[in-house]
């Protein structure tokens, strides 16, 4: 064959090949801009980086529920415990950004794990897409119910009595800890930290005589205080929380200023398309307002969130902030 008839031949070759490359793109980009309308065609993981029992995982489930009803597909939960929310979290974040793979994350694997933990393998701002901030309540100062205290005060002065000054502290995650260091810091007493896989098994702990204290979450910790298994000594937000009317806060028990609310929010792995991150916030701003989900919420001494991703996006950035200072202050180093 003469040169001149390869050359048209190759031209021709090309052109086919880029024709078939162009032809594959406008079908995947068909395919994807129809995505969000079928979204989801199979079930969706919600991944919670702690072990049953805690108020990430009720919340999960709580709204796996409530997102199957509407969007007429199955919402998994998947729990992932381990390395104070780290293992569950890093999962995700390395999870295909597809919008089968979400994360139920808490406020500390976001903001607190990143200050505590040394080489962390997930960017908490830059792995993740915010969905919705579900919820924020406080933290309940709970004291095995065979100890003297009766308040946080009386807490304090059996601290003292102590040779070392010393309580056993079960630390769930690193925000828990950073709470109780600080509450320690201000209160006059130490804490040795006594670390759980979540908020079950730290509460078996806590009944047993294991630990001493724990800042817990309000969810997981109702049915053992109503049961006088666990004495509530005091919440640690500002205000006192409508489902605890009764414990006094930490500011109102001695600590002027102290103020530490938790907060839960539902996340996605970075690069999920922006049309599903919309469709599961609208199902989500409707969900977080019907009043079954509110009475739910407020039941488990939560405020029910709302689904501005930008505000989230900043809370995020800050609260890091935030905990740095606190880490800095109580001498926490990342390990």
């Not at 102590?162 to 502290?169: A, C, K, T």
């Not at 205080?225 to 006192?240: H, P, Y």
């Not at 930008?310 to 890091?320: E, G, K, V």
Request: net charge positive; with cysteine.
């Amino acid at each position: 064959m003469c040169p001149h008839k390869l050359a048209k031949l190759a031209i021709s070759s090309r052109a086919i090949c880029a024709a078939m490359v162009t032809a594959v793109s406008l079908a995947s980009a068909s395919a994807f801009a129809q995505a969000p309308d079928r979204y989801p065609e199979r079930p969706v993981k919600i991944v919670v980086g702690f072990a049953p029992g805690g108020t990430n995982d009720i919340l999960a489930r709580v709204l796996s529920q409530k997102l199957q009803q509407r969007m007429k597909q199955s919402f998994v939960v998947e729990n992932k415990p381990g390395a104070n929310s780290a293992i569950g979290t890093d999962f995700v974040a390395k999870a295909p950004a597809d919008g089968y793979t979400l994360l139920v994350s808490s406020s500390g694997g976001l903001t607190t794990n990143p200050v505590t933990m040394a080489n962390i393998a997930y960017d908490p701002v830059k792995g993740f897409e915010p969905i919705a901030l579900l919820g924020s309540f406080p933290l309940i100062v709970a004291i095995n119910s065979t100890l003297p205290a009766k308040n946080l005060q009386e807490l304090v002065s059996f601290a003292k009595t102590r040779p070392d000054g010393m309580l056993n502290h079960g630390a769930i995650s690193s925000s828990f800890q950073l709470a109780s260091e600080l509450l320690a810091s201000k209160s006059g007493f130490k804490v040795n930290q006594v670390n759980y896989r979540g908020s079950g098994p730290a509460l078996v702990a806590l009944m047993a005589g294991e630990v001493d204290v724990e800042c817990v979450d309000s969810a997981a910790v109702l049915p053992q205080i109503k049961s006088g298994k666990i004495r509530a000594l005091a919440v640690t937000t500002a205000k006192r929380s409508s489902a605890w009317p009764d414990v006094p806060t930490v500011a109102e028990s001695g600590v002027p200023g102290f103020d530490v609310p938790i907060w839960t929010a539902l996340m996605a792995p970075k690069g999920t398309p922006k049309p599903i991150l919309e469709k599961l916030r609208a199902n989500l701003k409707e969900i977080l307002v019907e009043k079954d989900t509110v009475d739910r919420f407020v039941a488990l001494g939560m405020e029910p969130g709302n689904t501005d991703a930008q505000a989230l996006t900043d809370r995020i950035s800050s609260d890091i902030k935030r905990w740095a200072a606190v880490a800095k202050a109580a001498n926490i180093k990342p390990q």
